[in-house]
């Protein structure tokens, strides 16, 4: 059955005091159940990446609550928030941030070593990831020695390494072609139905949109259901 991994209740977040203030969310409401991918579309400054940042722990809203797999956050120090954080959310970035002097396989270990698993088993969950993703031939590969869509599955592996709950993912597949990035896509989905994973991508395009379950977007500071 599918649970509410990520909930968002009458979230307020703004930037700035008096004239100058940025209303970015006021009020926002969002639901993400697990196993289910919401694709947030919204023109550039509407507040896409405001909202990963708050749904993902890095910034906190001035009020509202951010409920992360049954945990809520609106009280919780800054430890813990990260702690949570590390042991909850998965972050999939435009540009990859892979560690250029690692491989493939090492990228995605090393999460895992850094959360206190062992090597051996550290591995195993590494290559099943690109496995699934389809980049298993590309374990022993550095980074550069990729290209543009397999660095972005291993990024997507990397994030997925620790059994998050939540996926979110801020424009994806911005610098892929539509062909590559119709492939990451899909490897993402794949990943989100396999896993049970909630996740939210934010995107620019539409025809990528469209294959998720649903679709989002930012309107007065809230979210809102986009239709097209
Ligand atoms: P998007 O990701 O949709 O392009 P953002 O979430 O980055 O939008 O930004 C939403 C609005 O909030 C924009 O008007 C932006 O200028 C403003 N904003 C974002 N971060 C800050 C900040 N740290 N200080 C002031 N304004 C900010």
């Known amino acids: 059955m599918s649970k509410p991994h990520l909930v968002l ?9 008096g004239e100058r203030t ?4 006021e009020s ?13 579309v919204a023109p550039s400054g509407a507040g896409k990446s ?22 809520l956050t609106s009280k919780l120090g800054d430890r813990a928030r990260t702690q949570l954080r590390r042991s909850t959310v998965g972050y999939v970035y435009q540009f990859h941030h892979l560690l250029p002097e690692f491989t493939a396989l090492e ?6 070593l850094i959360a206190g698993k062992a090597q051996a088993d ?3 969950r590494a290559m099943e990831l690109l496995d699934l993703l389809g980049v298993a031939p590309r374990a022993t590969h550095r980074p550069a020695e990729l290209s543009g869509g397999e660095q972005q599955r291993i990024a997507i592996a990397r994030a997925a390494a620790n059994h998050p709950r939540v996926i979110l993912a801020d424009e994806p597949t911005g610098n892929l072609d539509p062909e590559t990035s119709d492939k990451v896509f899909a490897a993402l989905q794949s990943l989100i139905r396999n896993e049970g994973a909630a996740a939210l991508i934010a995107t620019h395009n539409y025809d990528l949109a469209r294959k998720a379950d649903r679709i989002i977007t930012l309107k007065d500071g809230r979210v809102v259901a986009h239709t097209v």
């Open 9 to 17: 209740s009458g979230v307020h977040r703004h930037y700035g005091e």
């Open 22 to 25: 940025v209303r970015v969310l």
């Open 28 to 40: 926002a409401d969002l639901v993400v159940n697990s196993g289910e991918l919401v694709a947030l």
């Open 50 to 71: 405001t909202l990963l940042h708050l749904c993902g722990l890095l910034e906190s809203p001035q009020s509202g609550e951010i409920e992360i797999v049954g945990h």
């Open 107 to 112: 990228n995605v270990v090393m999460p895992q």
């Open 122 to 124: 550290a591995e195993q």
